[in-house]
């Protein structure tokens, strides 16, 4: 039958129309407010598919729409397979308002370990400017006109997945947000380098309970128009908590308003290898080491706002022995050591935290018992990662939370050494699970719920709880997130963002920024990291410190002189100089941290509360980006190897180096600049100044200006100051 004499079945309403064909096997979802069609009409391929195996090169089974009806509002398919024998599949189609949704309806009778759907259509071109926005940790965007193809399976809320459960697509300046709740579900993403155009396409892929999603057409738009639909979703979900319902609950929790995350990982490192030998016990930080750092921190350095973060406390140190936690070990100072520590470190108003562990069971624990344990199908152990303290095994999320409740565990720390915030590690990190001991099974979405109660539990006793990297569905169960932020001083773990020609974007924190304090996780090095030190401040959010040197780190003579001046336009070492400027004469790492929170911390605590309304591009190459928050806050940010000049609100001409940026946010402005209107400086020059009397920086009375490197000579006001390190006008 000629298609153009075929009867289609179709859904249409004000916003999106929906047709299949029978006679060509094809979809198509046309976005009536942006005129561009989805679909596999122009680039005709397979669009629904099985598979009966997990593995990700496992054969797939085509299967072709056989049959479609509309009856009460619903669009009903019907399949076959390549022999024209019933698929034994049937999907469902509605249109509500904005979105198309999709219900998978498998017959009983059908085994398959994957549906995938719309691996053709929901795709775009180069021509067409097309790219994929995946929400692994901040964001993602994958653009068709990569170098290389992909083939990425990215599970919903696991380690090297989406910690979202969405994604977005943009061809032609249209934007397209398909989402999902079940945790069953994985987003494939496909890119296929040809000529004379790329394409890079989505599919969805369906497993066990997963039977729906929604495919979102939200007309022209870009990456903060995505991220306002999500943020309705999520709303809806109950994810998007924010800070002004949380503080109603605990109050306390303001306080990591324009904090700082310093963190001593392993104050004792006990490492036992596979067989349980003990190769190596060391310390690295005393408990009065640990409260000297942070004196050090507040008197020496003048860092005000700070979460102080203290690891491998515990009875054998550092993931060693988990569950076992008591008592505080006496390597480092015992119990009475850490209460002292912990009574001073309080005393500079600083924030408490101490990290523990209860995803993790080790065999050498003195309470160790597979009873505790996550099975897999065929009843042994889960086994976890090789770690200090030797082969982990996964305890059972429900398992967990008795390990937490024991009077030995949670309830011991609180009454013993009252820390501010409590940090229990890999909770979201590893991902849902699934348990098949017959005493405590557990299916994904069980796991979760169990995670939520360890979370709320923790949160009551403790008065702040956080845990490592973040789900969406954690947001309202925690108040600090490690990891999502960066990893190890990189955007992603287990991703190459250059290989992948990908672009990094704060999505996560442009749905969540007014929620949970966020951070990043592990050890880098200060040198080397001037493009995550932009990144950050493009969010809003404050550094980590993670690898602070052993014992008293700051009284050797490494790292008092500053690195070299770059050979070529970018300088990855430029946060940590200070050359002129407040920190000069001290080490690397105090050059770097006092330089960051002095612009970090006022940036975050006046955002903490806001929305990030736009996040956009400046440049073609997308190295320069501008965070606009919906308080007026706002940050340029200067990623390219070239200067690049802004003009402030005030109308001053701002010259930004490689990674240099401005932020205007009312009573706060900062900036690494070259030039700052008729004032060329000489070389990178850091300045911060804050309003003192409530009154905007540039008509302000009294304010503070923070020198940290290059030229001392600012001319503010219309008046030309001369600071070397800080100085208080009025």
């Not at 800070?243 to 308003?257: G, H, I, M, T, Y």
């Not at 350095?301 to 515990?314: A, P, R, S």
């Not at 920024?513 to 990144?535: F, M, N, W």
């Amino acid at each position: 039958m000629d298609s153009e004499t075929e009867q289609v079945p179709a859904l249409e309403n004000k916003l999106v129309r929906f047709t299949v064909s029978v006679e060509d096997n094809t979809w198509c979802l046309t976005d009536l407010r942006a005129g561009v069609d989805w679909g596999n009409t122009e680039r005709p391929g397979s669009w629904v598919e099985i598979r009966t195996d997990v593995a990700p090169d496992a054969e797939r089974q085509e299967l072709s729409l056989s049959e479609a009806t509309e009856k009460n509002g619903a669009l009903h398919c019907r399949f076959v397979d390549a022999s024209g024998d019933d698929g034994k599949l049937s999907l469902v189609f509605y249109l509500i308002g904005d979105a198309l949704q999709v219900y998978a309806m498998p017959d009983t009778a059908l085994g398959y370990a994957y549906l995938d759907l719309f691996r053709s259509g929901l795709d775009a071109s180069s021509a067409e400017d097309g790219e994929i926005m995946i929400p692994a940790r901040m964001g993602l965007l994958l653009p068709a006109a990569g170098r290389q193809d992909l083939n990425l399976s990215l599970d919903t809320y696991q380690y090297a997945g989406v910690h979202s459960a969405m994604s977005g697509l943009f061809k032609a300046g249209a934007a397209l947000l398909v989402d999902w709740v079940d945790p069953y579900t994985t987003l494939g993403v496909i890119r296929k380098v040809g000529e004379p155009h790329s394409t890079i396409s989505m599919a969805v892929y369906l497993r066990k309970t997963a039977r729906s999603f929604q495919i979102h057409c939200l007309g022209k738009g870009d990456l903060s128009t995505v991220a306002e639909a999500y943020r309705a979703r999520v709303t809806e979900l109950g994810y998007r908590m924010t800070w002004e319902e949380k503080l109603k609950l605990r109050p306390q929790a303001a306080r990591l308003f324009g904090t700082c995350n310093v963190k001593l990982w392993h104050a004792l490192a006990r490492r036992i290898d596979e067989d349980l030998n003990e190769t190596e016990v060391k310390v690295r930080w005393t408990f009065d080491e640990a409260a000297s750092i942070a004196e050090h921190l507040k008197h020496d350095l003048g860092l005000e706002d700070v979460l102080f973060h203290l690891g491998g406390w515990t009875r054998y140190g550092y993931d060693c022995r988990h569950p076992d936690i008591r008592p505080a070990n006496p390597e480092c100072g015992g119990d009475e050591g850490l209460v002292d520590c912990v009574q001073r470190v309080q005393a500079l108003d600083y924030l408490f935290c101490l990290h523990d562990n209860y995803q993790d069971m080790y065999r050498d624990a003195p309470s160790w018992d597979e009873a505790w344990l996550q099975k897999e199908a065929d009843g042994t152990p889960t086994r976890g990662g090789l770690w200090l303290g030797g082969r982990a095994f996964y305890t059972c999320a429900r398992e967990a939370l008795k390990l937490v409740k024991r009077p030995d565990n949670l309830p011991w720390v609180r009454d013993t050494f009252h820390p501010d915030v409590y940090f229990i590690d890999t909770t979201y990190a590893v991902g849902p699970q699934e348990c098949f001991d017959p005493r405590h099974p557990l299916t994904m979405q069980e796991d979760i719920q169990w995670k939520i109660e360890l979370s709320d539990y923790t949160a009551d006793l403790m008065g702040i709880f956080g845990s490592e990297d973040g789900r969406e569905w954690a947001v309202p169960h925690a108040d600090v997130f490690e990891g999502l932020a960066s990893v190890a001083g990189e955007y992603m773990r287990r991703i190459d963002v250059e290989e992948v020609d990908g672009v990094p974007v704060p999505f996560f924190d442009m749905i969540f920024h007014d929620c949970v304090a966020l951070y990043g996780k592990y050890r880098y090095e200060p040198e080397t990291i001037a493009e995550q030190v932009i990144s950050h401040i493009g969010m809003g959010r404050t550094l980590y410190y993670h690898a602070l040197g052993d014992h008293l780190y700051w009284k050797g003579s490494e790292g008092q002189l500053e690195m070299p001046a770059a050979e070529g336009p970018m300088d990855p070492a430029l946060y940590t100089r200070a050359h002129n400027g407040w920190a000069e004469g001290m080490c690397l790492w105090d050059r770097y941290m006092k330089n960051t929170q002095e612009i970090l911390g006022p940036l975050n605590k006046l955002t903490s509360q806001a929305v990030i309304d736009r996040y956009d591009f400046l440049d073609e190459a997308r190295k320069v980006r501008k965070t606009t928050f919906n308080n007026g806050v706002s940050a340029v940010v200067n990623g390219s190897d070239k200067e690049f000049t802004v003009t402030s609100t005030s109308g001053t001409q701002a010259v930004l180096p490689p990674y240099g940026f401005l932020i205007e946010a009312g009573t706060f402005t900062a900036f690494i600049v070259t030039a700052l209107g008729n004032k060329t400086c000489d070389g990178p020059t850091l300045f911060t100044i804050t309003s003192l009397d409530g009154q905007p920086v540039e008509t302000a009375k009294r304010f503070r200006i923070f020198h940290g490197f290059g030229d001392s000579q600012l001319v503010w006001q219309d008046t030309k100051y001369d600071v070397v390190r800080e100085l208080t006008v009025g």
